[in-house]
């Protein structure tokens, strides 16, 4: 059993309580001060300056002192908490010099002994790791409100301007083509658009105006009922064949062109 020096008298409550409990866990395991370094990670003068109380142990050293003792770490580090905080207010610590940090490993009975320092690195790098990822999702987060945001707009802009999907009736509905040519382009009377997109099931003036432009143009999209249906569509399709456009039966700003300059066959 060794005989330990008298802790100092500044010492903080808390601090001297931790201490006396270290000191007794190393009494109980019977190590020496090179085993207790070499299972610890930390040097045997850095545990002879924690165990007299002239630097208080850092949280590593406790937890790596109570895994070489057996022992569940869980309360020690609860005081070395309250410990740290008391040596805070009481004194500025030391900084302590290069003996006091962890101690590369030795061979103890054909095991190697993991290094101190690696905890420590470790421990960096999680931290590090943590803090990273916290500031990513922050700034995704702020990227996804904002993309949301714009789509927002987007959608209420795209409602006020696009043709309707959905027939506000289920009353049919005729339309009258007035068509008359100005400055060498075909108008219906019903829609001056040159860049609405239609395609299946929209509805309203604007499929209206493209089936009496489709209608003059030589293609038969059925009635001008204002109802983009799979006649409309094969229209489409042909005036774009007919012109050489790309056939995918969707009305788009090349095939309204084409259709505000075509000549009837």
Request: net charge positive; hydrophobic share 40%; glycine share 6%.
């Amino acid at each position: 059993m060794p005989r330990w020096k008298e802790l100092p008298a500044e010492l903080p409550p808390p601090a001297r309580q931790l201490i006396v409990r270290l000191r007794g866990l190393k009494d109980r395991s019977g190590l020496g001060s090179r085993q207790l370094a070499a299972r610890t990670g930390y040097s045997a003068k850095s545990w002879q300056r924690y165990l007299n109380g002239r630097f208080l142990p850092p949280q590593e050293a406790v937890a790596a002192l109570c895994r070489a003792c057996g022992e569940d770490p869980v309360r020690l580090l609860a005081l070395h908490e309250i410990a740290a905080e008391r040596w805070r207010e009481g004194r500025q610590p030391a900084v302590p010099d290069a003996e006091s940090l962890p101690a590369p490993s030795v061979e103890v009975s054909g095991e190697r002994q993991p290094y101190g320092r690696h905890l420590r690195t470790a421990l960096t790098a999680a931290a590090l790791v943590t803090v990273l990822s916290t500031s990513a999702a922050l700034l995704l987060a702020v990227r996804l409100t904002e993309a949301r945001t714009e789509l927002a707009h987007q959608r209420d802009a795209t409602v006020a301007t696009a043709p309707a999907t959905v027939s506000e009736t289920l009353v049919p509905v005729i339309y009258t083509c007035r068509l008359e040519r100005d400055d060498g382009r075909w108008h219906a009377g019903l829609s001056p658009t040159a860049e609405v997109l239609l395609s299946n099931t929209q509805v309203g003036l604007e499929v209206a105006e493209a089936q009496c432009l489709l209608r003059r143009a030589g293609t038969v999209p059925g009635d001008i009922d204002g109802v983009f249906g799979p006649k409309t569509r094969r229209a489409v399709e042909h005036l774009q064949k007919r012109n050489g456009l790309i056939v995918n039966g969707v009305i788009d700003p090349p095939t309204w062109k084409a259709l505000r300059e075509a000549d009837p066959t």
